[in-house]
């Protein structure tokens, strides 16, 4: 018997994972990432090349996600600010049209009553940030333990879940398989032959001084050379290398073990296309892949994320659903993972909650646009908030900024405001400007070059009156542009 999802109406898998940059892709262009279900997913597919996280940080992520909201809206904003899961989302959306709703995997906003996933039918979540070896889990029944890999415990109590579905024909359906990986600290499958990688060449912008930029963003501390920790390396430095040496090789370490985490993730959706593709549910199905947000892979010798800069807050998405987005398709317009709510919801034929703030980007995936969706003409760029201030880990200043197709400004407000997760540090004000056509690698900042200063100004407009329409509100010290 199948749960096969009826005309109009596709079943929906979206594996989520954490902190996958969209480099470290096959279909992304990665030369060194061994990606193969995932590079025959956007075959199949469309590839979203300007997907972009509104809060490039976990939990404010998925909450936007899930909610279809900004992080001032849904109120999870820091790792700190638990959701409150009564909040309509678009899995609680599909549910009330009569999906089969189940969440399996990494939450992380928050546990216990009012925080626990709510508007699924089937709930089993880690614990927080998780364990990658025999991880706890928390469902309904309360807590256990689960022998083996995070990775694929997830994807196997996941199938274990559709196939309780498929038993008893229940369908539409949706499931969310949310994954750890390849989170922090890294750690592979101790089943997996993890790959050396001695002649792994460091990113182009490695050795980035920062020089030219703000104080803001020399203050964080991410970097390779200096922040990870024998934690995260798993080994000892070797004797006898110069201090740039010795930072190649802590990045090659890193790497060889984030790279096995994502292998095990690509198998993870081979798994999961495959048990789609037994059942003849390929065609009828909606099949997402994508990060909670972008990451530092030694660009700018950082790793970590929360800054505005292109590697952190670029998500990877692809989606498959043949016979309505065509194959091996390439979205270049500027979405958000606020748009995701939205977006599912129409591929669905089910009615957004009208709290949802996203523009559905389904008439993009489905043909040819007019530039012209649903909800009206789309964006000319993108509206960033980040929160936490001067965090005790990373050191990341709170800013808010606006990217176009062209060109990022960034407002480093440097205040917290008294936002849990927050130092109460403050620092000067500083502004960042970039002109992504000429300088796409972010190394210089010309906000106060005079040959830019229209720019600015008009970039310092648009952000205000884009702020204005999702209903944040500048901070305090930021004067109102001239013209709006």
């Not at 549910?95 to 969440?103: K, L, M, N, P, S």
């Not at 980007?361 to 009206?376: A, E």
């Amino acid at each position: 018997m199948t749960s096969s999802g009826t005309a109009g109406r596709p079943n929906v898998v979206l594996v989520l994972t954490d902190d996958h940059a969209s480099h470290a892709i096959g279909a992304y262009g990665s030369p060194v990432a061994r990606t193969p279900h995932l590079d025959a997913l956007a075959a199949s597919g469309a590839r979203l090349d300007r997907c972009f996280a509104t809060n490039s940080l976990c939990a404010p992520s998925r909450a936007s996600l899930l909610t279809g909201t900004y992080s001032h809206v849904n109120g999870v904003s820091t790792l700190l600010t638990p959701i409150d899961a009564s909040q309509p989302t678009f899995v609680s959306q599909l549910r009330a049209a009569g999906y089969r709703t189940a969440i399996v995997g990494k939450w992380h906003m928050g546990d216990g009553p009012g925080h626990d996933p709510e508007g699924f039918d089937h709930w089993d979540v880690l614990i927080d940030q998780g364990e990658y070896l025999d991880p706890t889990f928390r469902s309904a029944a309360g807590l256990r333990t689960e022998t083996g890999y995070a990775t694929e415990v997830i994807t196997d109590l996941a199938l274990a879940w559709l196939d309780s579905v498929d038993a008893d024909g229940g369908g539409p359906w949706c499931v969310l398989v949310w994954h750890k990986a390849p989170h922090r600290p890294w750690v592979p499958d101790p089943r997996r032959e993890v790959r050396a990688l001695p002649d792994l060449p460091v990113p182009e912008t490695f050795f980035d001084d920062h020089a030219g930029r703000s104080d803001s963003v020399r203050r964080a501390e991410m970097s390779i050379a200096e922040h990870l920790t024998a934690t995260d390396l798993k080994r000892p430095v070797p004797d006898g290398l110069s201090a740039p040496e010795q930072a190649a090789w802590r990045y090659r370490r890193f790497m060889e073990d984030y790279l096995a985490c994502v292998e095990s993730v690509d198998d993870g959706v081979g798994r999961i296309a495959g048990w789609l593709a037994d059942r003849g549910l390929t065609d009828e199905t909606l099949l997402m892949y994508a990060s909670d947000q972008g990451f530092f892979l030694g660009d700018h010798g950082w790793f970590d994320k929360r800054l505005m800069f292109e590697e952190s807050i670029r998500m990877p998405f692809l989606v498959s659903c043949p016979g309505r987005v065509p194959a091996g398709s390439v979205l270049g317009d500027i979405v958000t993972n606020v748009d995701v709510a939205r977006t599912v919801l129409e591929a669905a034929g089910v009615e957004a909650h009208p709290r949802m703030q996203g523009r559905s980007f389904w008439p993009r995936l489905v043909g040819p646009g007019d530039g012209h969706g649903p909800d009206g003409p789309e964006p000319e760029g993108m509206y960033y908030r980040y929160w936490e201030h001067d965090d005790v880990d990373h050191h990341a200043p709170a800013h808010y900024g606006y990217r176009t197709a062209t060109h990022k400004l960034v407002y480093y407000y440097n205040d917290g405001l008294g936002i849990p997760g927050t130092s109460p540090h403050v620092h000067p004000p500083e502004w960042e400007l970039y002109d992504l056509v000429e300088d796409p690698r972010e190394l210089v900042d010309v906000s106060d070059d005079p040959a830019y200063a229209d720019v600015r100004a008009e970039l310092e407009r648009a952000m205000w009156r884009e702020q204005a329409r999702v209903g944040d509100r500048p901070h305090p010290s930021q004067a109102r542009p001239a013209g709006v």
